[in-house]
């Protein structure tokens, strides 16, 4: 499968924000839905390179999603961020948490989802199919894990505050979990309780998984985004200590990935 | 109070392991006893520089924490092993669990001794005094903790695979902890109940500490030392990815308290 045909290039080729990098939209298809992620990787950096996967948070692929994508491109590698919900749906609250419910209840179809996203950047060019990662923010977390809890041949995957929790029956299978597993966790963050904290753990332990989880006091659900506010009673905002450090610790996670 | 007269330097001061590092045994007392301890700094450095606590595991000051010490010394520290026991007391188990029970039954006992070689430290000549951290390893863990618990006006403390467990009366008081705490801590590490764990969080939290505590999964106790052997079924093991791991995170820590 190739990634981006020609055409698609011409059509939808734009100014990247940096200079150095090409971004553009894309759009595929899974199971009869027309998706339309966004690309975006540094010209200057030739032949291939490691790639990583961006699923978004529940609102949809937004602005917020596209600007981490290019940090990721400014760091050499290429980017794909996927779109789960289908070209043009870009909920906001309360509809994008019934439209993240709808994934987050079949976790079948957020599988399917996942893996088309991860089939184009594995098909595309530049990327170097050994260097894969996928990262995930709140709902995009959930997904990372559930594309690690589907054996997907990665190199690794990054949940920042993601949700933990797994589906019956699809839980992490022992020694068949390829990808190694970085989660980034608010530890006053509402949307996880104890129980399901401690059941994730053992599922990944249980099922030999190599994880990693950093816990960020201070900090609740949402905290590496600048939109969510800083009022933590609300359950979700900004903290710029967890989200300075979460973004170093996913950086040295890269790195022993990388190596 | 000066940390090394030149007696002692001329009595103590041997070839450094490696090239440029100058190391020596130290003596000083707290509350009668006489205690023996181990400097050790890079000579190449000049003037003032971020310093090191080093506190030990259970059998006391040893080859391991001085070979830790040495490798912060070649990160340019200048670093400090302290000696929470006393001169000579080096006990292997079962008298190591008694000796080190000694100082975990009083908190205050072992806060004395944490805060004289801290003193120690931030007198000497070489020691920036407002970039001292400080690391201690399984019993040495708790010390550190025990030390910003204390209220010790440092940069941060590291714990590795420390037991985290309070004395009653002697909690983090709130506000009152300057010191950033990591705890770096083996997910499947028996000495350390979900109970304890769920406390420390909760203690730390409610102090308004700035925390942060890693996971890591397929370790036990003794994560960090070869010494313990491999294997995981007698609680305490090397692990190799967990010993890399929390090293490069404790970098990363003190990259951001020093920078």
Tied chains: 1, 2.
Aim: neutral net charge; glycine residues 10%.
């Amino acid at each position: 499968m190739k990634f981006f045909s020609p055409l698609i290039l011409a059509l939808s080729m734009i100014t990247g924000a940096q200079a150095g990098l090409v971004e553009m939209s894309v759009t595929y298809q899974q199971g009869g839905a027309t998706l339309e992620g966004f690309h975006v990787y540094d010209d200057a950096v030739k032949g291939t390179r490691p790639a990583m996967l961006v699923i978004h948070q529940w609102t949809g692929l937004s602005d917020y999603e596209k600007r981490r994508s290019r940090m990721l491109a400014e760091m050499g590698y290429n980017v794909f961020a996927a779109d789960i919900y289908g070209k043009g749906i870009r909920p906001q609250p309360p509809e994008a948490g019934k439209e993240a419910g709808k994934y987050k209840g079949d976790r079948t179809l957020y599988r399917a989802r996942l893996t088309a996203a991860l089939d184009l950047l594995k098909a595309d060019e530049r990327t170097d199919a050994k260097k894969i990662a996928a990262i995930g923010y709140c709902f995009g977390g959930t997904g990372v894990l559930e594309l690690a809890r589907s054996g997907a041949e990665i190199a690794g995957v990054v949940s920042f505050h993601g949700g933990l929790d797994s589906a019956p029956g699809m839980t992490a299978a022992v020694g068949k979990i390829p990808a190694k597993v970085l989660v980034l966790h608010g530890a006053d963050d509402p949307y996880a309780p104890t129980e399901q904290i401690t059941a994730f753990q053992k599922e990944l332990t249980d099922a030999k998984a190599d994880w990693q989880m950093v816990f960020y006091s201070g900090a609740v659900h949402s905290f590496t985004q600048k939109e969510a506010g800083t009022d933590n009673s609300k359950g979700a905002a900004y903290n710029e200590a967890a989200d300075r450090r979460s973004w170093a610790a996913m950086q040295a996670f890269f790195a022993e990935l990388f190596k």
